[in-house]
T-cell receptor, first 118, second 113 residues
C-alpha cells in the first residue's frame, strides 16, 4: 500500500463546532505531517510527528490540536475555528531523516480535506 | 532559515514546446530537492527529485538540474502535452534530521493545444 488516505474529503463546520480530520498510511513511515494549503499557494507546514512524538509545531493556534495515536494514524482536532481557517488540509508521511537507511526524504501526500468554516 | 524562490509564477507554452521552471535556495546545507505537480483539486505528487551529490537527473520527458555553487535548480519538461498543465512546486529539504520542506511559491503551467 503506497497511499496516504484522508477523511473526510469535504467538511463544512460552524465556528462553534468540534470536528476531526483523519489521516492513515500503511507504508511504515514514521514521520507524519499536517499542512494547510490556501488557493494558489504552496502547502504550509503546521505539525510534524516523528515516531509518534510531536517534533515540530509551526506556531499553530491552539484551535488546531494534532494527535498521533499510533504509527499509522494522524488526527487533527478542530475547535472554534475562524472563516480564515478555510483551506485544503493535507496530510503527508515519509521516512524520518535520521533513521532512514533508505536514502529518501520523499513526502507522500494524501488527497486532502477541503474545509469550509462558516 | 532556508528560503526558496521560484520563477516564473505563470508559464504558457505551445504543445510540443519545452518548459523550464527555476528555483533558487538560500541554505547551502540543503541536500534534497523535490518537484511536485499539483492538478486542480488534487494532491501534490512527486514528479522528480534530486540530491545534492548529483548534477542532473532525467525521467523520460522530465529532467532536473542542480547547480550547488549557484544554489539553484531547474525543472525541464520537453515535448509538453496538455496534461502537463498544472501547478508545479519546487522544494528544498535541509539535511537529515530535519523534516521541513521549504516550498517555492509555485508555477502555473498552461500547455496550449
Amino acid at each position: 500500500d503506497t497511499e496516504v488516505t484522508q477523511t473526510p474529503k469535504h467538511l463544512v463546520m460552524g465556528m462553534t463546532n468540534k470536528k476531526s480530520l483523519k489521516c492513515e498510511q500503511h507504508m511504515g513511515h514514521r514521520a507524519m505531517y499536517w499542512y494547510k494549503q490556501k488557493a494558489k499557494k504552496p502547502p504550509e507546514l503546521m505539525f510534524v510527528y516523528s515516531y509518534e512524538k510531536l517534533s515540530i509545531n509551526e506556531s499553530v493556534p491552539s484551535r488546531f490540536s494534532p494527535e498521533c495515536p499510533n504509527s499509522s494514524l494522524l488526527n487533527l482536532h478542530l475547535h472554534a475555528l475562524q472563516p480564515e481557517d478555510s483551506a485544503l488540509y493535507l496530510c503527508a508521511s515519509s521516512h524520518p531523516g535520521l533513521a532512514a537507511s533508505i536514502d529518501s526524504n520523499e513526502q507522500f501526500f494524501g488527497p486532502g480535506t477541503r474545509l469550509t468554516v462558516l | 532559515g532556508e528560503n526558496v524562490e521560484q520563477h516564473p509564477s505563470t508559464l504558457s507554452v505551445q504543445e510540443g514546446d519545452s518548459a523550464v521552471i527555476k528555483c533558487t535556495y538560500s541554505d547551502s546545507a540543503s541536500n534534497y530537492f523535490p518537484w511536485y505537480k499539483q492538478e486542480l483539486g488534487k494532491r501534490p505528487q512527486l514528479i522528480i527529485d534530486i540530491r545534492s551529490n548529483v548534477g542532473e537527473k532525467k525521467d523520460q520527458r522530465i529532467a532536473v538540474t542542480l547547480n550547488k555553487t549557484a544554489k539553484h535548480f531547474s525543472l525541464h519538461i520537453t515535448e509538453t502535452q496538455p496534461e502537463d498543465s498544472a501547478v508545479y512546486f519546487c522544494a528544498a529539504n535541509p539535511p537529515r534530521g530535519t523534516y521541513k520542506y521549504i516550498f517555492g511559491t509555485g508555477t502555473r503551467l498552461k500547455v496550449l493545444a
